[in-house]
């Protein structure tokens, strides 16, 4: 093919591109409420004046709400403040996304992710914030510069006086009106209490157990398990408990609740010795995965996660693929062991530390040359 003749076929190809203005007016609101998190529809009201117009400004659930103040857990005359994280997967605009890796990072306090604001980074697994020697909180990031996929919203109870072991935040969409919204925390050694917005204090779900592990959002439902692996859903209206499966009767010491690629797993963490008080975590030494087989309501006992990486942080689990990150091996789990950073592989049964693993080492810090802060 000559090249006039190429240059005139890409001329064509072009002319058939849609235009995306040009689709019908009543079609608009009905994309738009299809797209759950603001990234993607700051995205949408970017494509023209008419698509912009077409949606409020202003959502009902937006970031700008947060933090916002609830009641102390304990202490209902005291007040705390229930803030909101994101984790993103941020990709250079500038290479081609199937061969380019993306850079995990986690976002606190973000009330637009159409301006730039003093850049508050968080490590995703501890929440520690990035020491200020390594980034001047003058350096801003416009997460519209880059390809940035929303992955998950974590929450925390700043300044509450004493450990929480996890917040959840319901329901998450930006259509979604706050007031209707309920938070669950798991706090103390292991009581389970529901915050709908409009109380005066959290309330007790269950009276009689007193050990439950984690919490999450999993098909629109709040759903916790206990130590003994028992899942449940909580039911937010009567304040009743569904148990949804049966106990896994894993003999591990803390159990942690994972989705991924739609299925609802557990991690089975096991520690060298008993934990000799709720908030101390003795070195951990081996980890057991089990996926709910919601048909036949049994435990299925996984041995390979191929390309998922499970994060077990301190405010929330994820599941992402290694193909989409720079230095992240399939079949693995990250998680905090005491004060470290480590990396247990399901297939081998082996643990290193982040800082010794040659791979892994640079995943939270520093960010990538092609991110510009």
Same mark, same amino acid.
């Given at each position: 093919?000559s090249?006039?003749?190429?240059?005139?076929?890409m001329?064509?190809?072009?002319?058939?591109?849609?235009?995306?203005s040009d689709l019908? !007016?009543?079609?608009?609101?009905k994309?738009?409420?299809s797209l %759950?998190? %603001?990234? #993607?529809?700051?995205?949408?009201?970017?494509?023209?004046k008419?698509?912009?117009?077409?949606? +409020?400004?202003?959502?009902?659930?937006?970031?700008?709400?947060f933090?916002?103040?609830?009641?102390h +857990?304990?202490?209902?005359s005291?007040?705390?403040?229930? !803030?909101?994280?994101?984790?993103?997967?941020?990709?250079?605009p500038h290479?081609?996304?199937?061969?380019?890796?993306g850079?995990?990072?986690?976002?606190?306090?973000?009330?637009?992710?159409?301006?730039?604001?003093?850049?508050?980074?968080?490590?995703?697994?501890?929440?520690?914030?990035?020491?200020?020697?390594?980034?001047? !909180?003058?350096?801003?990031?416009n997460?519209?510069d880059y390809?940035a996929?929303?992955?998950y919203?974590?929450? !925390?109870?700043?300044?509450?006086g004493?450990?929480?072991?996890?917040?959840?935040?319901?329901?998450?969409?930006?259509?979604?009106?706050?007031? #209707?919204?309920?938070?669950?925390c798991?706090?103390?050694?292991?009581?389970?209490?529901?915050?709908?917005?409009?109380?005066?204090?959290?309330?007790?779900?269950?009276?009689?157990?007193?050990?439950?592990?984690?919490?999450?959002?999993?098909?629109?439902?709040?759903?916790?398990?206990d130590?003994w692996?028992?899942?449940?859903?909580?039911?937010?209206s009567?304040?009743?408990?569904?148990?949804?499966?049966? +106990?896994?009767?894993g003999?591990? %010491?803390?159990? %942690?609740?994972?989705?991924?690629c739609?299925?609802?797993?557990?991690?089975?963490?096991?520690?060298?010795?008993?934990?000799?008080?709720?908030?101390y975590?003795?070195?951990?030494?081996?980890? =057991?995965?089990?996926?709910?087989?919601?048909?036949?309501?049994?435990?299925v006992?996984? =041995?390979?996660?191929?390309?998922?990486?499970?994060?077990l942080?301190?405010?929330c689990?994820?599941?992402?693929?290694?193909?989409?990150?720079?230095?992240?091996?399939?079949?693995?789990?990250?998680?905090?062991?005491?004060? #470290?950073?480590r990396?247990y592989?399901?297939g081998?049964?082996?643990?290193?530390?982040?800082?010794?693993?040659?791979?892994?080492? =640079?995943?939270?810090?520093?960010?990538?040359?092609?991110?510009?802060?």
């Open positions: 093919m090249m006039e003749s190429q240059v005139r076929s001329s064509e190809a072009m002319d058939l591109r849609p235009d995306w019908p !007016s009543e079609l608009w609101p994309i738009a409420k %759950h998190n %603001h990234v #993607d529809l700051v995205r949408f009201r970017s494509v023209c008419s698509w912009r117009s077409s949606i +409020p400004s202003s959502l009902p659930n937006s970031p700008s709400l933090p916002f103040q609830i009641p +857990p304990i202490n209902p005291k007040f705390v403040f229930l !803030s909101q994280s994101t984790i993103y997967r941020i990709e250079s290479q081609p996304s199937s061969s380019h890796k850079w995990l990072i986690k976002l606190e306090g973000q009330s637009n992710p159409s301006q730039s604001h003093a850049l508050r980074l968080l490590n995703p697994l501890s929440d520690r914030k990035i020491s200020k020697s390594r980034i001047s !909180s003058r350096r801003i990031l997460l519209l390809r996929v929303e992955l919203k974590s929450y !925390s109870l700043q300044e509450c004493f450990p929480i072991k996890k917040v959840v935040f319901f329901p998450t969409s930006c259509w979604s009106d706050v007031n #209707d919204s309920v938070a669950c798991i706090y103390q050694e292991g009581k389970l209490a529901l915050f709908k917005r409009g109380d005066n204090q959290w309330r007790l779900v269950d009276d009689l157990n007193y050990y439950y592990d984690d919490v999450i959002v999993y098909k629109g439902q709040l759903y916790v398990t130590r692996g028992t899942i449940s859903w909580i039911d937010t009567s304040l009743k408990l569904i148990q949804y499966s049966p +106990p896994l009767c003999f591990g %010491h803390k159990k %942690h609740l994972v989705e991924s739609g299925n609802l797993f557990v991690v089975d963490r096991y520690y060298d010795s008993e934990p000799r008080r709720p908030y975590e003795a070195s951990v030494v081996n980890f =057991k995965v089990y996926r709910l087989d919601e048909e036949w309501g049994t435990w006992d996984v =041995k390979d996660l191929e390309d998922r990486v499970f994060i942080g301190n405010s689990n994820l599941s992402v693929s290694a193909n989409d990150f720079a230095g992240y091996a399939g079949n693995c789990i990250f998680f905090i062991d005491i004060f #470290d950073v990396v592989n399901l081998d049964g082996s643990t290193m530390t982040l800082e010794l693993d040659p791979c892994s080492s =640079k995943l939270f810090w520093p960010p990538p040359s092609w991110l510009r802060i």
